[in-house]
């Protein structure tokens, strides 16, 4: 079947680890040096472990792959513990995926586990789905003008030739940056040519990879300046470009901003 599934770029991956801890599942191990994916029926697609690598080497694709069978993978997230079955199931209601927690209930229930749960993470969720409502907070009311410099600004749609990028300070932003920063425009991007793009949703990692090597290299730019959320997953956002300036070769100004879900610089 076709779906959503983990790919490891064993080229890139220095076998460090830091993605297994944030993969209860179970779905990846270091084996000869290298994070492999051990089994496919494991991975449930949902991205747990995208920003938790170093090396950008995790992402998600589309391709043929074993179904995920969540009353296997449940098996053995219980050889883990009490802590790793905590966190799978809030790994799956984080990410609404209630008939999966249904079946690993089920599997819980049939060898008489309890998990109890603590109110302070009764409804823990993925942090970047997690449901926030701001609307006590009052606007603003201030009028600013567009610092826009471009068109367009999604990095799958941008030209490396194209002649505003040539002695130009960058600004790469992941998507949800200027909905989040109230004050993005004269914040961030004044006086900056942009580039957005999503390091979960977007699938096309090499292509962007090579794609902001090529703007690099092949242009005299200044300054790079990232803004990316604070959710895990999006400091793929930051690896990226990291992975770009080095594949360019160049030494080039890098400063990287981390925002609130709340909108706020942390």
């Known amino acids: 079947m076709k779906r959503k599934i983990i790919t490891i770029d064993e080229d890139k991956c220095n076998g460090c680890g830091e993605c297994i801890p944030n993969c209860p599942e179970g779905a990846i191990q270091v084996i000869d040096g290298k994070a492999r994916l051990v089994s496919e029926l494991f991975c449930d697609g949902l991205g747990a472990c995208l920003g938790h690598c170093p090396q950008a080497a995790i992402r998600i694709e589309e391709k043929e792959a074993q179904g995920y069978d969540e009353a296997m993978t449940m098996e053995n ?23 999966y927690l249904r079946q690993a209930m089920d599997v819980l229930k049939k060898k008489n586990i309890s998990v109890d749960q603590d109110p302070s993470n009764a409804h823990s969720v993925c942090p970047g789905m997690q449901v926030l409502d701001f609307r006590a907070r009052e606007p603003q009311g201030i009028s600013v003008s567009s610092q826009l410099r471009q068109w367009p600004v999604q990095l799958k749609l941008l030209n490396p030739s194209a002649p505003y990028f040539n002695d130009a300070d960058i600004l790469i932003a992941a998507d949800c940056v200027p909905f989040s920063f109230a004050n993005f425009h004269q914040r961030f991007l004044k006086g900056k040519i942009l580039i957005v793009f999503c390091p979960k949703l977007d699938e ?15 242009n005299s730019v200044k300054s790079i ?29 890098l400063k990287e901003y981390n925002i609130s879900l709340q909108g706020t610089i942390i």
Request: a positive charge.
């Open 77 to 99: 997230v219980i050889k883990g513990g009490m802590n790793v079955i905590k966190a799978h199931l809030e790994h799956l209601r984080g990410h609404g995926q209630g008939e």
């Open 204 to 218: 096309a990692h090499e292509e962007y990879i090579e794609k902001l090597t090529r703007i690099i290299k092949s």
């Open 225 to 253: 300046m990232v803004a990316h959320m604070e959710v895990p997953c999006c400091f793929g956002t930051v690896k990226m470009v990291e992975e770009a300036l080095r594949k360019s070769g160049k030494q080039i100004t």
